[in-house]
């Protein structure tokens, strides 16, 4: 038996694994994910490893290979499990060992813990009082002044000293070697919660609420727990639910990992729990220095804290007894990472809880299509929330079409409805909201008179406007001449779509010169605390309008907005993108659960090109059902996922024919798996290589390669072979693995 063994992960440079024989005292005992110690290097000298494989087959000279030493004692618990993850998400989505490791292990950088220093007198005030003569006598100025202050406080800052009083190391020194005075040196770990603690009441829960939570700790307690998701209409009290499993968890000496998906929504559920579970509570996300980072992760592992609340990175602290794990917002693309290895969070979660045999919980008001299939194939465990907590009723919506608008001379982004009703809430002191949805900006064509998109009469997506004058398809490659007029109604308003958050600040200050506007975009969250100072300055009443792009629409509690208004509602139902329908749903739903979450009932206007489209006509219904009855067929019909799963293979490189050649080799070796019996309509189907949607980047070229089939563990055996196959490749091109990817490239 063989075991191939990476170095400590602290040696970055090691990026391959080093093969070793398994003595047999360890046969028995060896698992992958273990820590051993092995002889390295010339010397032999004894480093720490983690073994990745076990097998039969040896790579090298077996006189050759050294034997392992013996495993590590110290070393069984949380980096273990660690490893195994990350030799988990290695196999399942494609990358090397080392990057893998990475992802999962915090990282080891060489930050020092906070150092507090105080100066303690340990002798009587009369011994004090008699060495301040002393250095009177002497003219010893900066002794006699530490002195001094020495006879009222017994602990003095260190820095305060040296600061304030100007004394000098030196005197310091002095006085610890004459046995008045000792240093003390405390280590703190760095805390990035900036939150007063303020022990809050728990919540009464509602009788639905109840029944998650009991049925949840029920399977937990009985030794199986479960995966569950929670259907609840915005403002239905999810994150109450999350709270109380989490102090069920906490009381039973399990720790809790919170998934949120974006930096904007720490703030608010960070002072939800922080409120109700004080210092035990957490952040891990982007804006944390590195030093905040590594602290998080010692108190987690040291159990100094229990609960820790982040972005998908969050998922990876290492906690020794998670018990439960929840993703808020589950269906957020921001869950899948974009760099290698192409995790998705609610995947890698399921295999973390397996580990720890931990609660998964995943909550939504629209939940990702994945998630509501497996519930419906019984996979997961399905709970639904349909009524407010405040017993507010959900937004009026309005849906207005802007072919209409420019028919009766409205060339405004404005409605006129829209228009009447801001005027309407500036008057009354409400508040209003205004999202612009930007996906798709300008990639797409679509006609103002008549809706109609340009589509791929092979995929269904719509196609893209290249520099060159030709419209594309990026999944199989179609490409047809641009249009000057429109196909289906002869308009010549066939165009791009371009607007910003900037003009639509401008164009309201020309409308309501007495309106106080807030945007909320990426130009305006640059810095740290960006985000907060303008959701804080918006909830405290400093604004009439904000207006955003997709970070305000998510999660949001302002009870004073009674309007939000939708500005070009359809713009995501152009990306070239089979998510588009579902994306623009969850988008349309999401924005409009902003209004009304008072005691007052909010409208909502929803401005299109396309009102006829099923994701707007259920997004104004609020009517998640019948969006998911209408989606899954269409996703069926094109096996799509979640029906089928799909993997993207990215080819890049400097040379657009060798780019393009590789991708064209790699797409033959990926037929060789198409299985000719079986059915049309279930066999693997290879698309491509075609231009990426951006086909060139810094000089780079970009080709992918689309592969879809029903069987996950099929499409890892193309992966791996793929892989096998360009270890032989001596080209400058790179190629990633994507499975199931949430957004096309």
């Known amino acids: 038996m063989y075991a191939d063994i990476i170095v400590d992960i602290s040696h970055e440079k090691v990026d391959r694994p080093f093969q070793y024989r398994v003595p047999p005292k360890l046969q028995d005992k060896l698992e992958e994910g273990m820590c051993v110690l092995i002889p390295f290097g010339r010397g032999n000298k004894l480093v720490k490893g983690y073994v990745i494989e076990l097998t039969e087959e040896c790579k090298f000279d077996p006189l050759k290979i050294k034997e392992i030493h013996s495993m590590a004692q110290d070393h069984m618990g949380v980096e273990n499990r660690m490893i195994r993850l990350a030799a988990w998400i290695r196999k399942n989505y494609g990358s090397t060992m080392i990057q893998a490791l990475k992802t999962v292990l915090p990282a080891r950088k060489t930050v020092g813990q906070i150092k507090s220093r105080t100066i303690e007198r340990i002798t009587s005030k009369e011994v004090i009082i008699a060495a301040l003569g002393d250095a009177k006598r002497k003219k010893q100025a900066a002794r006699e002044r530490l002195l001094?202050?020495?006879?009222?406080?017994?602990?003095?800052?260190?820095?305060?000293?040296?600061?304030?009083?100007?004394?000098?190391?030196?005197?310091?020194?002095?006085?610890?070697?004459?046995?008045?005075?000792?240093?003390?040196?405390?280590?703190?770990?760095?805390?990035?919660?900036?939150?007063?603690?303020?022990?809050?009441?728990?919540?009464?829960?509602?009788?639905?609420?109840?029944?998650?939570?009991?049925?949840?700790?029920?399977?937990?307690?009985?030794?199986?727990?479960?995966?569950?998701?929670?259907?609840?209409?915005?403002?239905?009290?999810?994150?109450?639910?999350?709270?109380?499993?989490?102090?069920?968890?906490?009381?039973?000496?399990?720790?809790?990992?919170?998934?949120?998906?974006?930096?904007?929504?720490?703030?608010?559920?960070?002072?939800?729990?922080?409120?109700?579970?004080?210092?035990r509570v957490s952040v891990m996300n982007s804006t944390l220095s590195p030093g905040e980072k590594y602290d998080q992760c010692e108190r987690a592992k040291n159990g100094e804290i229990d609960v820790i609340i982040g972005p998908r990175s969050a998922l990876f602290t290492p906690f020794p007894n998670i018990g439960i794990i929840i993703i808020d917002e589950e269906h957020e693309a921001s869950y899948k990472s974009e760099s290698t290895p192409k995790y998705h969070a609610r995947e890698t979660a399921l295999e973390i809880a397996h580990m720890h045999g931990a609660s998964l919980v995943l909550g939504s008001a629209t939940p990702s299509l994945e998630a509501y299939y497996r519930a419906a194939e019984e996979e997961y465990k399905l709970f639904s929330l349909k009524e407010r907590l405040t017993g507010g009723q959900l937004a009026k919506v309005h849906t207005v079409d802007l072919r209409e608008e420019l028919k009766e001379g409205n060339r405004s982004i404005f409605s006129v409805k829209l228009q009447e009703l801001l005027a309407d809430r500036l008057m009354r002191g409400e508040q209003s909201m205004l999202f612009l949805n930007r996906r798709g900006y300008a990639g797409f064509i679509s006609c103002r008179s008549c809706g109609h998109v340009m589509k791929c009469p092979h995929c269904d997506v719509s196609l893209?406007?290249?520099?060159?004058?030709?419209?594309?398809?990026?999944?199989?490659?179609?490409?047809?001449?641009?249009?000057?007029?429109?196909?289906?109604?002869?308009?010549?308003?066939?165009?791009?779509?371009?607007?910003?958050?900037?003009?639509?600040?401008?164009?309201?200050?020309?409308?309501?010169?007495?309106?106080?506007?807030?945007?909320?975009?990426?130009?305006?969250?640059?810095?740290?605390?960006?985000?907060?100072?303008?959701?804080?300055?918006?909830?405290?009443?400093?604004?009439?309008?904000?207006?955003?792009?997709?970070?305000?629409?998510?999660?949001?509690?302002?009870?004073?907005?009674?309007?939000?208004?939708?500005?070009?509602?359809?713009?995501?139902?152009?990306?070239?993108?089979?998510?588009?329908?579902?994306?623009?749903?969850?988008?349309?739903?999401?924005?409009?659960?902003?209004?009304g979450r008072g005691e007052r009932t909010g409208e909502v206007v929803i401005q299109t090109y396309q009102p006829e489209h099923y994701a707007i006509v259920h997004a104004a219904n609020q009517d998640y059902e019948g969006f998911y009855q209408e989606e899954i067929l269409y996703r069926e019909m094109l096996g799509y996922p979640p029906v089928s799963h799909m993997l993207a293979v990215q080819v890049y490189g400097p040379v657009e024919e060798k780019c393009k050649e590789l991708a064209q080799k790699l797409a033959f070796l990926a037929g060789i798996f198409v299985d000719e019996t079986e059915k049309k309509d279930k066999r693997m189907m290879v698309l491509g290589p075609a231009p990426a949607s951006i086909g060139r980047i810094n000089d780079i070229f970009r080709f992918i390669i689309y592969i879809k089939?029903?069987?996950?563990?099929?499409?890892?055996?193309?992966?791996?072979?793929?892989?096998?196959?360009?270890?032989?490749?001596q080209g400058k091109e790179s190629v990633q693995f994507d499975f199931d990817p949430m957004n096309t490239l």
């Open 148 to 279: 001094l202050q020495l006879l009222d406080n017994e602990r003095i800052s260190y820095e305060w000293v040296t600061g304030k009083l100007g004394v000098s190391g030196a005197s310091i020194n002095g006085l610890v070697q004459s046995g008045l005075i000792r240093v003390v040196t405390d280590s703190s770990y760095r805390n990035p919660v900036k939150i007063k603690a303020q022990q809050g009441m728990s919540m009464v829960l509602s009788d639905s609420q109840l029944r998650i939570v009991k049925e949840v700790l029920s399977d937990h307690d009985s030794g199986h727990p479960g995966t569950y998701l929670i259907h609840g209409i915005t403002g239905s009290g999810k994150t109450e639910v999350y709270m109380e499993l989490v102090e069920q968890m906490v009381l039973r000496g399990r720790q809790a990992i919170v998934l949120i998906p974006e930096i904007a929504l720490t703030y608010q559920t960070l002072l939800r729990f922080y409120r109700r579970f004080g210092d």
């Open 464 to 595: 893209s406007e290249h520099r060159d004058g030709r419209l594309v398809c990026h999944y199989c490659g179609y490409a047809q001449p641009k249009v000057s007029l429109c196909p289906k109604c002869g308009s010549k308003y066939i165009l791009g779509f371009r607007a910003g958050t900037q003009q639509i600040e401008d164009k309201l200050k020309e409308m309501f010169p007495g309106a106080r506007i807030l945007r909320m975009d990426a130009d305006t969250t640059k810095t740290k605390d960006s985000y907060e100072k303008i959701l804080s300055s918006f909830a405290n009443g400093e604004a009439d309008i904000l207006i955003g792009t997709q970070m305000i629409v998510k999660g949001h509690d302002f009870p004073n907005v009674t309007l939000v208004g939708i500005l070009a509602a359809d713009l995501s139902l152009g990306v070239n993108d089979y998510r588009a329908g579902e994306r623009t749903f969850q988008l349309l739903t999401q924005a409009a659960g902003r209004a």
């Open 709 to 729: 089939y029903e069987k996950y563990g099929k499409l890892i055996e193309v992966k791996d072979a793929l892989e096998e196959a360009l270890k032989e490749y």
